[in-house]
Nanobody, 128 residues
Framework: QLDLVESGGGPVQPGGSLTLSCAAS????????IGWFRQVPGNDLEGVSY????????KYADSVKGRFTISRDNAKETVYLHMNNLNTEDAAVYYC?????????????????????WGQGTQVTVSS
């Protein structure tokens, strides 16, 4: 059973940077697309970015394009989300997730129902 654990969250000032990590255990993440999502209390999960299993394809929400970069190191069983020029609207709990093997619809990559293994989340706070 693949387990995912996020780390790297914390407080940051507007304009600052953070790198989140999503580490896998209990199995190999190398054959899974991995997505990053975020959630503010009272709001739905928002798809932020995803990366294909091999790392050759990635996608970003419009709200983070040009500021966030997703990458992966399959040898280290880790996916990263590099976040630059953070603003208060980026404050949220960030989750990583592994694609569902049973999803049969057209792949989008930023929709929560395309994933079925989730980490516990890491909090990102942006304030001055």
């Amino acid at each position: 059973q693949l387990d995912l654990v996020e780390s790297g969250g914390g407080p940051v000032q507007p304009g600052g940077s953070l790198t989140l990590s999503c580490a896998a255990s209990g199995g190999s993440m190398a054959t899974y697309a991995i997505g990053w999502f975020r959630q503010v209390p009272g709001n739905d999960l928002e798809g932020v970015s995803y990366i294909s299993a091999g790392g050759g394809v990635s996608k970003y929400a419009d709200s983070v394009k040009g500021r966030f970069t997703i990458s992966r190191d399959n040898a280290k069983e880790t996916v990263y989300l590099h976040m630059n020029n953070l603003n208060t609207e980026d404050a949220a709990v960030y989750y990583c997730a592994a694609e569902s093997r049973t999803f049969s619809g057209r792949w989008h990559g930023l929709r929560p129902y395309e994933y079925d293994t989730w980490g516990q989340g890491t909090q990102v706070t942006v304030s001055s």
